[in-house]
């Protein structure tokens, strides 16, 4: 896949908010092939965690923040 980034956030998103956790994940740029995934049980440690990404990324039901 030309975006591997979004289809790895495409599925793990989704299965982290059906299981009550909170996926941080931070693409770090478009054209570098790297990311940083981040996983939270708690809301508020990953609203706090999202302050710091350089690429918030979103998935199908989950808007990204920045």
């Known amino acids: 896949m030309a975006r591997y980034c ?3 956030a495409g599925w793990i998103g989704p299965i982290m908010d059906k299981t ?7 693409v770090i740029s478009r054209t570098e092939p790297r990311c ?13 965690a999202e302050k710091s990404v350089q690429l918030l ?3 199908p039901g989950k808007k ?3």
């Open 36 to 48: 940083v995934m981040r996983i939270f049980k708690d809301a508020d440690q990953a609203k706090e």
């Open 64 to 66: 990204a923040a920045t």
């Open 6 to 8: 979004d289809h790895c």
């Open 20 to 26: 009550g956790y909170h996926l941080v994940y931070d």
């Open 57 to 59: 990324m979103g998935w």
